[in-house]
């Protein structure tokens, strides 16, 4: 784990603020974390649009300070999955979730549980860089002024940044608007104001797609040294992506044996390792070697 005093800070912001209805555990001492205790168990999970299965009974677990990627031809359904991680399909309108997720054992879709709180502790970085048309001061203060967290803002912004590996190169341009930085500078601006707001968990769809290779290896550098303090989903279309970076790996895979290639469905999840070399399932092993998809 990489140690700097800056990382010491999105501890103790948590204990400052006790989280109401979704109870995250405090987080224990890395050598203490259980290597698979789950932070998501996924439980058939069907997710349709207007009526139509996209995913179909998925059954998965998540484990904690894990890099897990979903991996799988296109329109197979990943980012239909990963949005159910922060109850994001709750925006689609048609969107209908069936199954059941646990979140830290807590039921994610229970009536008590606000999706907006969710949102804060499972924060997603999506495909484009998104900042807002702001300066890259704004964007990181952005959610800590919402929720009203408590202390410095010019510590949390800097924390932030200094966690996304982005602080040397903004820390003097600050007021700049975040529109004025490169991709891979706009997409760890993305990763900072999701960290802002002292996460738990950050789900990222496809987050280097729009990044040339050298923007590219930086966010996979920093995803790696991000899982020692957090749990990481990663939706990926690139092979190599997966195998460097992730421990466990989803196969996302249309359902042929129903014989409906519309609806895509868990075919295998291993270690990544396993998954790469040596996987149990045909159709991973044609996918995996670039054979289909
Ligand atoms: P992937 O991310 O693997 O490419 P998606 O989850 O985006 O796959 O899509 C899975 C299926 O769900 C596709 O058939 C897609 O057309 C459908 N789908 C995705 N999002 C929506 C939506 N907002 N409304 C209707 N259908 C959708
Ligand atoms: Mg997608």
Redesign the pocket.
């Given at each position: 784990m990489v140690e700097t005093g800056t990382l010491k800070g999105p501890e103790k912001a948590r204990e400052q603020k006790p989280i109401s209805t979704l109870d995250v555990p405090g987080r224990p001492k890395k050598a203490m974390r259980p290597s698979a205790e789950p932070i998501f168990e996924v439980r058939k999970l069907t997710v349709s649009?207007?009526g139509k299965p996209?995913?179909r009974e998925i059954d998965l677990d998540i484990g904690r300070n894990r890099i897990t990627a979903l991996i799988?031809p296109?329109?197979?359904?990943?980012?239909?999955?990963i949005r159910c991680f922060n109850r994001m399909n709750d925006l689609?309108l048609?969107?209908q979730v069936e199954g059941s997720i646990l979140y830290h054992g807590q039921d994610l879709y229970g009536p008590a549980v606000d999706p907006v709180e969710v949102r804060k502790l499972i924060g997603m970085v999506f495909q484009k860089p998104n900042p807002f048309p702001k300066s890259i001061y704004d964007n990181v203060a952005f959610g800590p002024r919402v929720i009203g967290m408590d202390g410095s803002m010019d510590s949390i912004v800097e924390r932030a940044l200094a966690r996304a590996a982005l602080w040397n190169e903004v820390k003097d341009r600050l007021k700049d608007n975040a529109y004025r930085l490169s991709g891979g500078q706009q997409q760890r601006l993305c990763i900072a104001r999701c960290l802002a707001v002292e996460p738990d968990v950050i789900l990222m769809d496809e987050p280097c797609s729009a990044l040339d290779p050298i923007a590219t290896g930086r966010i996979e550098d920093l995803m790696v040294e991000l899982k020692s303090d957090y749990s990481i989903v990663i939706?990926t279309h690139n092979m190599q992506q997966a195998a460097r970076v992730s421990d466990m790996t989803a196969v996302?895979m249309p359902d042929v044996e129903a014989g409906d290639n519309?609806v895509?469905r868990i075919v295998e999840y291993d270690d990544t390792e396993k998954i790469f070399t040596n996987p149990e399932n045909k159709r991973t092993e044609d996918y995996v070697t670039g054979r289909v998809g």
């Open positions: 649009y207007d996209a995913i799988g296109s329109g197979c359904g990943k980012s239909t999955m689609i048609g969107a939706v996302l519309a895509g």
